[in-house]
């Protein structure tokens, strides 16, 4: 079936840096992308979203860009601060239906 | 932003009996609402797509009458667990569709069942 995933499970980045976490979409149809970030034990968190019709968009201190051609999305952190530690996960539906979530990146941040 | 608030947080119960997880849209109205079981470590799973007064639609291999969901009004969707066993232990996350089709997630369920 149609899946979502990600290039890296785990990411560490030192505080302050630049933080980039992939994803790959098998989904050509999907018309809207999603990162959320979930904190354990808690229920996942909107970051930004995308429709097809964008190749980039940005939010405070994030940015999603997106390459169909590819089928490849990225989220990238300006600045990680010791609060971005979560899991990200990267989430993809079509026509506004169910949303497919792919497997999840857990970021660490170093001191 | 709109918030959806999920209940109980956290539960442990006895084999075989049945729980009952509320997911409720505090400040607008969800027609759709999404039941998702995630496992530790992994990814969020969708069970069920939850419709304000019809049937659910479940996933595949998902059993409908295990996972009981409710819908009764435009802010209240309930999923029940119904005679629970050890490997339904999870974490049960609900969303609801707002605005703009944004989906807003509750904080979670954790249910342990001994």
């Known amino acids: 079936g149609e899946s979502v995933g990600l290039h890296l499970p785990t990411l560490s980045v030192q505080e302050g840096d630049n933080s980039i976490i992939n994803c790959a979409y098998s989904?050509?149809?999907?018309?809207?992308f999603i990162w959320y970030k979930q904190e354990s034990g808690k229920g996942p968190q909107f970051i930004i979203d995308?429709?097809?019709?964008?190749d980039k968009r940005q939010g405070q201190r994030v940015t999603v860009l997106l390459n169909k051609t590819v089928k490849h999305l990225s989220l990238q952190i300006a600045a990680t601060q010791p609060g971005d530690s979560a899991v990200y996960f990267c989430?993809?539906?079509?026509?506004?239906?169910?949303?497919?979530f792919g497997q999840g990146t857990r970021l660490t941040i170093n001191p | 932003g709109a918030v959806v608030s999920q209940h109980p947080s956290r539960v442990i119960c006895k084999s075989g009996t049945s729980v009952k997880i509320e997911c409720r849209s505090l400040d607008f109205q969800a027609t759709t609402m999404f039941w998702y079981r995630q496992f530790p470590k992994q990814s969020l799973m969708l069970m069920a797509t939850?419709?304000?007064?019809?049937?659910?639609?479940?996933e595949q291999g998902v059993e409908k009458d295990k996972f009981l969901i409710n819908h009764a009004s435009l802010t209240l969707s309930t999923l029940t667990v119904t005679s629970a066993h050890p490997e339904d232990s999870s974490f049960y996350i609900c969303?609801?569709?707002?605005?703009?089709?944004?989906?807003?997630f509750g904080s979670g369920t954790q249910l342990s069942v001994l």
């Open positions: 995308i429709r097809s019709n964008m």
């Open positions: 989904n050509s149809a999907s018309d809207y």
């Open positions: 939850s419709n304000e007064g019809s049937k659910a639609t479940y």
């Open positions: 989430a993809e539906t079509e026509g506004a239906q169910k949303l497919v």
């Open positions: 969303s609801a569709r707002g605005e703009e089709q944004k989906l807003f």
